[in-house]
Antibody, heavy 120, light 111 residues
Framework: QVQLVQSGAEVKKPGASVKVSCKASGYTFTNSYMHWVRQAPGQGLEWMGIITPSSGSTNYAQRFQGRVTMTRDTSTSTVFMELNILRSEDTAVYYC?????????????WGQGTLVTVSS | QSVLTQPSSVSGAPGQRVTISCTGNNSNIGAGYDVHWYQQLPGTAPKLLIYQNNNRPSGVPDRFSGSKSDTSASLAITGLRSEDEADFYCQSYDNSLSIWVFGGGTKLTVL
């Protein structure tokens, strides 16, 4: 069965960087897009961007351009999301989510989420 | 402010029917992009509930249904059950912003 297992919670200081991992299993890793979505405490969902695991190509939401980098390691079926120059407003749960084969327009499986807390 | 507009809350008694609306514009839903719905139970990750406007993934009860018309979409839940209490989010794509867009979420309370 499809599983997306994310790395554990992080606490960071303002200005620092965080790198969250998402290990996929149960399907062919390079056949599906992977998205990153975040959710601030008590707030809604916000799309950050997408990576194509087969090629490594990425597309980021403009508001994160220059601060976010999404990468992948096909040998371990893992995608990574690194967010730099963290601010308190970046405190959120970060989710990786898989697009079904052939579509980048929605996701069918989600990771369990990684809480990133930014605090001095 | 979310690009897609949803009511912040809806409620209904067990067994009743409720609907959740999702209103967009001509850059997203009105441009022909599909609408998808996610259910987020308290303290858990979202789960795909409806995809491509009106399709249910395997395992989702047929009490849940979706529809789309012009610049809006709706999620209907019939035969409400206490375990349906959750937050529901609609999602689509916006071609002027070139991003996925979500509704602000609707909290369903089963009275």
């Amino acid at each position: 069965q499809v599983q997306l297992v994310q790395s554990g919670a992080e606490v960071k200081k303002p200005g620092a960087s965080v790198k969250v991992s998402c290990k996929a299993s149960g399907y062919t890793f390079t056949n599906s897009y992977m998205h990153w979505v975040r959710q601030a405490p008590g707030q809604g969902l916000e799309w950050m961007g997408i990576i194509t695991p087969s090629s490594g190509s990425t597309n980021y939401a403009q508001r994160f351009q220059g601060r976010v980098t999404m990468t992948r390691d096909t040998s371990t079926s893992t995608v990574f999301m690194e967010l730099n120059i963290l601010r308190s407003e970046d405190t959120a749960v970060y989710y990786c989510a898989r697009g079904p084969r052939g579509s980048w327009l929605y996701v069918d499986y989600w990771g369990q989420g990684t809480l990133v807390t930014v605090s001095s | 402010q979310s690009v897609l507009t949803q009511p912040s809350s809806v409620s209904g008694a067990p067994g009743q029917r409720v609907t959740i609306s999702c209103t967009g514009n001509n850059s997203n839903i009105g441009a022909g992009y599909d609408v998808h719905w996610y259910q987020q139970l308290p303290g858990t990750a979202p789960k795909l509930l409806i995809y491509q406007n009106n399709n249910r993934p395997s395992g989702v009860p047929d009490r849940f249904s979706g529809s789309k018309s012009d610049t809006s979409a709706s999620l209907a839940i019939t035969g409400l059950r206490s375990e349906d209490e959750a937050d529901f989010y609609c999602q689509s794509y916006d071609n002027s912003l070139s991003i996925w867009v979500f509704g602000g979420g609707t909290k369903l309370t089963v009275l």
